[in-house]
């Protein structure tokens, strides 16, 4: 009953999610180099939107599939690190407010890159579940490839705004997407609902950082 619950709540918000606005039908960026500076960052804004939303409702949607009530709090307290605790993002106001333009676009790359095999790996964990249920394994495929998409775009946008070319970064580092042996159930659970959150709470600073961008970009029009 709870599944059946959970897909009438969530199905409208997927069938929103699958119709992400791009710069061509299947939403890639390849082709976006021929819009406007401004349009361009309105869609990679509406792709960051569209990737927390459905990431938020993953992350809830495990919560009420697999982790058992009286560890809700715990869930909240447990020593799991986040994969990108170590990445140069910055996270109080002040630091985000003094940081330029280009740090900006070079965060939410640095986020999304990070993220990418992850969330690839994710989908083959969850693939071993008894009871996933697949509007679960949908939703995160769909967040893995989209997020794939959107790196994309912030590659475009940095071509056009920064005229630097293909920005990338220098965090490869494979110890940071090791899980280590295998963990009894309970705690690759635990492990696997910590990685849907840190990558919600991720999400979250992807769409704040390029809304800031578009924000300051704004005013800077304004002031022109």
Known sequence: KN????????????LTASTMLGCRDDGSFSRSTSIS?????ERVIHHAEL??????????????????????????QA??????????IP??????????DKWLLHSVLMLVQSWIE????????????????????????WVSEKLISLEQGVMVLIKKMLEEGMLTT????EDVF??????????????DYNLLSCFTKDAHKMEAFLKLLKYRQTDKYNCA
Request: a negative charge; glycine letters at 0%.
């Open 79 to 88: 020593a799991y690190t986040c994969i990108t605790k170590t990445l140069p």
């Open 51 to 76: 990737i927390y939303r459905v990431s938020e409702e993953s992350c809830t949607l495990f919560e009420e599939m697999f982790i058992p009530f009286p560890m809700h709090l715990q869930t909240n």
């Open 178 to 191: 090791q899980h280590g042996a295998q963990p009894e159930m309970m705690d690759s659970v635990m492990r």
């Open 3 to 14: 599944m059946i619950v959970w897909a009438l709540v969530l199905w409208p918000s997927l």
């Open 118 to 141: 992850p969330l690839i790996n994710l989908q083959t964990t969850l693939d071993r579940y008894d009871n996933a249920p697949e509007m679960l394994i949908n939703k995160t495929k």
């Open 170 to 173: 220098d965090y490869n580092d």
């Open 37 to 41: 500076q401004e349009k361009l960052l």
């Open 91 to 100: 996270s109080s106001r002040s630091e985000i407010q003094q940081i330029s």
